[in-house]
T-cell receptor
C-alpha cells in the first residue's frame, strides 16, 4: 500500500497570504488528522476529519481550517499568514480515527512565512 | 482537559547503556498511551503502546511501564544503539477518543 502523501513538500509565502495544503491518506483509511510541528513544541493538534466531518479541533485560531473529501483526501487552509505560522505541517491517517488505531504520518509540508 | 508532560527534553546516553523517558498525564480517565519515534527529517512512527489494563509491555529492547496511581508512564530502551537516536513522543488519550494529547518530545542522543 502506498503511504500517506502530502503536497507540496515545501512552501514559501509572505505575511497576509493564504495557503492550502493537501493530504492523501493510505487507501482504506477514513480518518485524517492534522498537526503543526515546531521545534520544542512537539506536535500540536489542529483537527481531525472522518467521513468528511470534523470530529475534533485543537486550540488554533479560525484562520486555520480544513476539509475532507469523499475519497478521504483532506486539505487544510491557513488564511492571513503570520510569521508564527512557519512550521512543519503533518497529516496522519488511520482506519477509524480512534486513538488506539495507529496513526500513519505523511512526510509533512514545510511552510515558511516571510 | 488532558495534559501530558514529558521529561527530559534531551537525553544523552552512551551506546550500550539504557535510556528512560518519562511522561505524566493529568486525566485519570486516560487509558491509551502510545510512543512515537521521529528520526531526523523523517515522519513519526509508532514504536509501542500500552493500555491501562496492562502494567508493562515489551518488544525486544523497548518496554513501556504504566503507573496508573501516579499517572505516569515511561519508555525504557536497553542496549542503546546509534539508530535509537531520534526524538521520542509520548501521548495519552481515552481509547474511544479521536485526539491524542502529545508530550513535547525527548531528543535522545546516543554517544559512540
Amino acid at each position: 500500500k502506498a503511504g500517506v502523501t502530502q503536497t507540496p513538500r515545501y512552501l514559501i509565502k509572505t505575511r497576509g497570504q493564504q495557503v492550502t495544503l493537501s493530504c492523501s491518506p493510505i487507501s482504506g483509511h477514513r480518518s485524517v488528522s492534522w498537526y503543526q510541528q515546531t521545534p520544542g513544541q512537539g506536535l500540536q493538534f489542529l483537527f481531525e476529519y472522518f467521513s468528511e466531518t470534523q470530529r475534533n479541533k485543537g486550540n488554533f485560531p479560525g484562520r486555520f481550517s480544513g476539509r475532507q473529501f469523499s475519497n478521504s483526501r483532506s486539505e487544510m487552509n491557513v488564511s492571513t499568514l503570520e510569521l508564527g505560522d512557519s512550521a512543519l505541517y503533518l497529516c496522519a491517517s488511520s482506519t477509524s480515527g480512534m486513538t488506539y488505531n495507529e496513526q500513519f504520518f505523511g512526510p509533512g509540508t514545510r511552510l515558511t512565512v516571510l | 482537559g488532558e495534559n501530558v508532560e514529558q521529561h527530559p527534553s534531551t537525553l544523552s546516553v552512551q551506546e550500550g547503556d539504557s535510556a528512560v523517558i518519562k511522561c505524566t498525564y493529568s486525566d485519570s480517565a486516560s487509558n491509551y498511551f502510545p510512543w512515537y519515534k521521529q528520526e531526523l527529517g523523517k515522519r513519526p512512527q509508532l514504536i509501542i503502546d500500552i493500555r491501562s489494563n496492562v502494567g508493562e509491555k515489551k518488544d525486544q529492547r523497548i518496554a513501556v511501564t504504566l503507573n496508573k496511581t501516579a499517572k505516569h508512564f515511561s519508555l525504557h530502551i536497553t542496549e542503546t544503539q546509534p539508530e535509537d537516536s531520534a526524538v521520542y513522543f509520548c501521548a495519552a488519550s481515552l481509547d474511544s477518543n479521536y485526539q491524542l494529547i502529545w508530550g513535547a518530545g525527548t531528543k535522545l542522543i546516543i554517544k559512540p
